[in-house]
């Protein structure tokens, strides 16, 4: 059974702390996918990465960087957190080819900066 | 700017009703068009998919319908359940992107008993 998951379900923060959020997923899938979920605004793209080591920027990067040493995870590091990261924070993987048709998510971790 | 526009942000239909969502896109490089649907602390998982060379694909009661001459395609919920209370997110693939979807807004379904 196809699998990813999330550190954590929920966290809390404080304004300027460094954080991370990590994602496993055990489909040796290259892609992998962080996104914001908000009301009203959808699943924005953070950043992506097609293999080890790569990653691209999505639509809303500011604030934050990842990470991929494995294959398997992909971290998510809000460098300084701020009360306008409170969000949902979703993270997908999906294969190559045809497979890179259906992302699959993890559970999702909430945010909230105070 | 989100380059797929979905309509409506929230819908409420009654048992046995049909629910109706759109979504538009003006790439037309865009081949592949899934739907999503995601329940309450959940993410989303994949529901059913068009590509454009066909102009309906149905999978149970879900249907979706695509114009692509109008750049639009919509998810029918037919028959809908309480159990079909959940996000709907349409979104739309441009083949060799590395899988990088763009998501529509999102609707919220709620379903009447």
């Known amino acids: 059974d196809v699998k990813v998951t999330q550190s954590s379900r929920y966290l809390v923060k404080r304004t300027g702390e460094k954080v991370f959020l990590e994602c496993v997923q055990d489909?040796?899938?290259?892609?992998m996918f962080w996104y914001r979920q908000d009301p009203g605004l959808g699943l924005r793209l953070i950043y992506f990465s097609y293999d080890v080591k790569m990653k691209e920027k999505g639509d809303i990067p500011e604030g934050y960087s990842v990470s991929r040493e494995k294959k398997e995870r992909f971290s998510l590091i809000l460098e300084s957190a701020s009360t306008n990261q409170t969000s949902m924070y979703l993270c997908a993987s999906s294969g190559q080819g045809l497979s890179q048709e259906t992302q699959y998510f993890g559970p999702g971790t909430r945010l909230l900066v105070l | 700017q989100q380059q797929v526009k979905q309509s409506p942000q929230s819908l409420i239909v009654q048992k046995g009703g049909i629910s109706i969502i759109n979504c538009a896109y003006e790439?037309?490089?865009?081949?592949?068009f899934p739907w999503y649907q995601q329940f309450p602390g959940k993410g989303p998982a994949l529901l059913i998919a068009i590509r454009p060379d066909v102009s309906e694909k149905k999978e149970g009661r879900f249907t979706i319908s695509f114009n692509k001459s109008a750049k639009q395609f919509s998810l029918h919920i037919m028959d809908s359940q309480p159990g079909d209370s959940a996000t709907y997110f349409c979104?739309?693939?441009?083949?060799?992107?590395?899988?990088?979807?763009?998501f529509g807004a999102g609707t919220q379904v709620v379903v009447t008993p």
């Open positions: 790439n037309t490089a865009f081949d592949y």
């Open positions: 979104a739309a693939l441009k083949t060799d992107s590395w899988g990088k979807l763009q």
């Open positions: 489909m040796d899938h290259e892609n």
